[in-house]
């Protein structure tokens, strides 16, 4: 069976130091995967999402970049994170098809102080 | 006008009760439905997934598809205090990622 996993789970950072999150997929290979911030109150922005080993696509301009090095391996970063940066972090995986049904990993929440 | 409109409650019904709850879309390509389930904390959770109009029934939970009105619901029947969570609608054209709404604040009460 498939498993997505995503840490740290939470995380404490200072305005302006760099960030890096981790989300590696187990049980499929060639995922699409994506990246999604959910602040508070509010729904599901989706940030980057990947078809392939380097393919991104970035839907939000922001300090935020994702790098995918390895099939089932996407990594979301920043350079200086802001105070807006704060929010709950998913990564998702689907299928092939972008009409798959995506599944969620366990997020990480992020406080920018 | 957004793709996708979600009254973001919070909803609150007392144990027993049947849920409903909807979203509406504007863009009529879209082709595949969802409802996904988030505990407070959470990631979501897959709960119904749909590409045609109509019911679709799982346990307690019919998810029901009206394309002609744009229109998608969630019913839960015999709610429960563990179905407390935020429910979120998603959808599809096919060929881009996933719309979703931003969901709706369940609160089921014992």
């Known amino acids: 069976s498939q498993t997505i996993h995503q840490w740290p789970a939470t995380l404490v950072q200072p305005v302006g130091s760099p960030l890096s999150l981790e989300c590696t997929v187990e049980?499929?290979?060639?995922?699409?995967l994506y990246w999604y911030r959910q602040a508070a109150g509010r729904g599901l922005q989706l940030l980057f999402y990947?078809?392939?080993?380097?393919?991104i696509s970035s839907e939000v301009p922001q300090n935020l970049s994702a790098s995918r090095p390895q099939d089932r391996q996407f990594i979301l970063s920043s350079k200086k994170l802001l105070l807006s940066d704060s929010g709950f972090y998913l990564c998702?995986?689907?299928?092939?098809?972008?009409?798959?049904?995506?599944?969620f990993g366990p997020g990480t929440r992020l406080t920018v102080l | 006008q957004k793709e996708v409109e979600q009254d973001p409650g919070p909803l609150s019904v007392p144990e027993g009760a049947i849920v409903s709850l909807n979203c509406t879309y504007s863009?009529?390509?879209?082709?595949?439905f969802m409802w996904y389930r988030q505990y407070s904390r959470k990631g979501p959770e897959l709960l119904m997934y749909?590409?045609?109009?109509g019911n679709k029934e799982d346990g307690r939970f019919t998810a029901q598809v009206d394309k002609s009105s744009k229109y998608i619901s969630l019913f839960i029947r015999d709610s429960q205090p563990s179905d407390s969570a935020t429910y979120l609608c998603?959808?599809?054209?096919?060929?881009?990622?996933?719309?979703f709404g931003k969901g709706t604040r369940l609160s089921v009460i014992a």
């Open positions: 863009n009529s390509a879209f082709q595949y």
């Open positions: 998603a959808m599809s054209i096919g060929n881009t990622p996933l719309v």
């Open positions: 998702a995986w689907s299928g092939q098809g972008y009409a798959d049904t995506q599944y």
């Open positions: 749909t590409y045609s109009s």
């Open positions: 049980g499929t290979s060639n995922p699409n």
């Open positions: 990947s078809v392939g080993i380097g393919q």
